[in-house]
């Protein structure tokens, strides 16, 4: 099994930057990834990323101001984060899977099989 802690999530203002954190530990995984969830609405994908190869997607939506990034050395997930706009506020999560067949260029929650508590982000006008 995958163990996944985020840290990282606070409260900033339009246009501000945050970077968060993945803590990796247990068995590595196939693959991993972002995605978050807005109060009262479905949970999004955002970015994923293969550490075999170091193969990335990043989700149209945020494209050009949101990015993933993988510390090996540190067994740590990162996802930096650019000219946030209100509409970025949601509980951000980590996820690790480990399919050997899933659909590239799809973030679906459910090809995922652990998950991190989440870390609020909160982004003010």
């Known amino acids: 099994q995958v163990q996944l802690v985020e840290s990282g999530g606070d409260s900033v203002q339009d246009g501000g930057s945050l970077y968060l954190s993945c803590a990796v530990s247990g068995d590595t995984p196939r693959y991993m990834g972002w995605f978050r969830q807005a109060s009262g609405k479905q949970r999004e994908g955002i970015a994923d990323i293969y550490p075999r190869g170091d193969s990335r997607y990043v989700a149209d939506y945020v494209k050009g101001r949101f990015a993933i990034f993988l510390d090996k050395s540190q067994n740590t997930l990162f996802l930096q984060m650019n000219d946030l706009k209100p509409e970025d506020t949601a509980m951000y999560y980590c996820?690790?899977?480990?399919?050997?067949?899933?659909?590239?260029?799809?973030?679906?929650?459910?090809?995922?099989?652990?998950w991190g508590p989440g870390t609020q982000v909160n982004v003010s006008s």
């Open positions: 996820a690790a899977g480990r399919r050997e067949s899933r659909p590239r260029f799809q973030l679906r929650p459910s090809d995922f099989d652990s």
